[in-house]
């Protein structure tokens, strides 16, 4: 008899699709579900009227934030800002850098976490997160003014986890901060900024299980506070005169998050939080770690085909394979396997350009032209679909 990892809060609503693509958008959980249909008949404007819908709306969507924040292990004094995405969230932190920071990036990161930062110092992708480490002490001795140093949690293309408690120790002791792209890692671990001591997280509702449209910046207040608004407008101003550019800014989350509120969008963010936060972690992690063995055996034994990786045997990896095809188009092999399987993964450079380059130019391919196939999964994931997406890719 099969034991239940986790309570129904956090089953997968809908059935019937082989979706090994949870890197991209993963699917959406009961509980996130249950509190967006809970608010569809009573919602109202957040921070914006007095009838009992829109109060009811502030408070839940108020709770949302500190449940949050509570999930991400946040200290007294850090901020939880409701954005878009983990794009948006990093690009609201490269826009409240102080004056003069200078940034460092390795340029193993999705593009969401490279783009932002165009004048950063990059460093080249290490091969092991001890290099890493040593990479980035390097890097930062010497730096003068703020500096931060930007990395990811976990890998959208390797699924390898980064070292990142041991480079925000490397950090802090430059004097430099540290802000962590969670977008990979937060569905598959336990992220606490106060754990890790970290400076800043960043993520997306739609890859922890929560529907589109929200995601969160988490940290320090002072950088935070002293920037100016990234999005002007409503909501971010707390007085406004009559000549232009005569305002006030809001000060707390409200400064940076312009425009009506996504009220949805946080609520069912922090229901997923808040089923995760109650669940068994290390057997969900345990479960996920067998079917990542499934997968990479299986994958070892069908020709043609290889896995690619940064770190090799010296990291921790969440559930994320990529594979290199060499003669084949990745995306080929991927729509036959959505066409005659119906099975979901993603081909391509999954907007992480330079490390795709990088790990197809390793990989003896020779360039990276198509890219690569990669297969991502989480909570819902049998052994069954691993074994369907074995035996297609062995047909093709
Ligand atoms: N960082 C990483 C590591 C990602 O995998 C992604 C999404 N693929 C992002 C950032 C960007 O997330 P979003 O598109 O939700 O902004």
């Given amino acids: 008899m099969s034991v239940a990892l986790h309570t129904s809060d956090l089953e997968i609503i ?3 699709f082989v979706h090994l693509d949870y890197a991209a958008t993963a699917p959406c959980v009961r509980a996130a579900a249950d509190a967006v249909n809970a608010l569809l008949p009573s919602y109202g404007s957040v921070h914006r009227g007095t009838g009992p819908r829109s109060q009811t709306s502030t408070l839940e969507y108020e709770r949302a934030r500190d449940v ?5 292990g946040c200290r007294p004094g850090d901020q ?26 390795f340029d193993g990161e999705h593009h969401a976490n490279l783009l932002p930062w165009p004048n950063a110092l990059r460093l080249p992708a290490p091969s092991s997160p001890a290099e890493a480490v040593t990479a980035a002490d390097r890097a930062l001795r010497g ?11 976990a890998s959208n293309v390797t699924g390898e986890v980064w070292p990142v408690r041991e480079l925000a120790a490397v950090a802090h002791a430059h004097g430099a901060r540290i802000a ?7 569905p598959h671990a336990p992220i606490s900024l106060a754990e890790l001591d970290a400076d800043y997280v960043a993520l997306s509702g739609h ?25 002007a407008g409503g909501g971010a101003s707390a007085a406004v005169g009559d000549r232009a550019g005569d305002v006030r800014w809001a000060s707390g989350p409200a400064r940076h998050e312009g425009g009506t509120p996504n009220l949805l969008g946080a609520v069912s963010l922090a229901a997923v939080c808040a089923a995760l936060a109650e669940a068994d972690r290390a057997a969900l992690r345990a479960h996920e770690q067998e079917l990542l063995a499934q997968l990479r055996d299986g994958l070892r034994r069908v020709p043609g085909l290889a896995e690619v990786s940064l770190f090799g045997t010296s990291s921790e990896r969440v559930g994320i394979v990529s594979v290199t095809l060499p003669g084949r188009d990745p995306s080929a092999v991927a729509t036959r396997l959505a066409d005659e399987h119906g099975i979901g993964v993603r081909a391509g450079k999954f907007c992480a350009h330079p490390l795709v380059r990088r790990l197809t130019a390793s990989a003896g391919n020779g360039g990276c032209e198509g890219g690569l196939l990669r297969a991502s999964f989480g909570l819902g994931t049998t052994p069954d679909d691993i074994d369907g997406l074995l035996a297609a890719l062995a047909a093709l």
């Fill in 180 to 186: 962590v792209d969670a977008a990979q890692l937060a």
């Fill in 143 to 153: 730096l003068r003014g703020p500096v931060l140093l930007t990395v990811t949690g």
């Fill in 80 to 105: 939880v800002v409701f954005t878009r995405n983990t794009t948006d969230a990093l690009n609201l932190l490269a826009r409240a850098l102080p004056p003069g920071t200078t940034t460092v990036v």
């Fill in 14 to 16: 809908g059935a019937g």
């Fill in 68 to 72: 949050i924040a509570d999930f991400l």
């Fill in 207 to 231: 890859k922890l299980y929560a529907p589109f449209g929200a995601g969160v910046l988490a940290g320090r207040a002072d950088w935070l506070d002293f920037a100016p608004p990234y999005l």
